[in-house]
């Protein structure tokens, strides 16, 4: 079956740095990429839609300038948290659609950001 | 907007007993629902995937039946075990995916 990964599954930062996550399907091209984040307790909420070769969307209340989403070739996207704080703190899940068949998604494993 | 909720929160069961989760959603245009577990602090594991005209999936002790007319489905637990133990969550395709806050399973042995 379609496997997505993340990188990496924990991070701990100091308040005010910036942290790189990725996204890569393994063994299929993705399109489309989505961003999740999920508070403890809560649901996921989906942050924002990022397309191979354009400019992610994002869901309301999203700052666009504080989660950069980067979506450089067909099985890898990025999630930059820029100048993170502890309220950033969370766990982070991606998801890919195969092409042409975006009703499917895949998820990663999550990453669990821990801002001190 | 999609509203997706789960009933129970949170169910707590001995092992070998049957149990049904619920979840219910508020526009009945979606693609496909599906079925995820979580374990506490992992990822999602797919359980099963139901399309909008299907009307259930099996696998194994697991079984899903989806009512779009009425936004409910419900995923029946057979024989449960101790390792069923976690977060399942249902979510529903529209335009994007929408989830439900879950409902965490405990099976006592």
């Known amino acids: 079956g379609a496997v997505v990964s993340q990188h990496p599954s924990w991070v701990i930062c100091k308040s005010g740095t910036s942290v790189k996550i990725e996204c890569r399907s393994l063994?299929?091209?993705?399109?489309?990429m989505f961003w999740y984040r999920q508070f403890p307790k809560q649901s996921l909420m989906l942050m924002a839609t990022s397309n191979e070769g354009s400019k992610a969307t994002y869901e309301q209340g999203v700052e666009k300038d504080k989660f950069l989403i980067n979506h450089a070739s067909l099985t890898l996207s990025t999630l930059t948290v820029t100048s993170a704080h502890p309220e950033d703190s969370s766990f982070y899940i991606c998801s890919a659609g195969l092409q042409g068949m975006v009703e499917t998604q895949y998820f990663g494993p999550g990453t669990r950001l821990l801002v001190l | 907007k999609q509203e997706v909720t789960q009933i129970p929160a949170a169910l707590s069961v001995p092992e070998g007993e049957n149990l049904v989760l619920n979840c219910s959603f508020t526009d009945s245009a979606i693609y496909n629902l599906q079925w995820f577990r979580q374990d506490p602090g992992k990822g999602l594991t797919s359980l099963l995937l139901?399309?909008?005209?299907?009307r259930e999936q099996t696998s194994g002790r697991l079984n899903a039946s989806l009512d779009k007319s009425s936004g409910r489905s419900t995923l029946y637990i057979a024989a449960s075990q101790p390792g069923d133990s976690a977060t399942y969550l249902c979510a529903v395709k529209s335009n994007q995916f929408y989830f439900g806050t879950g409902t965490s399973l405990t099976v006592i042995p």
């Open positions: 063994d299929f091209q993705a399109t489309t």
């Open positions: 139901i399309q909008s005209s299907q």
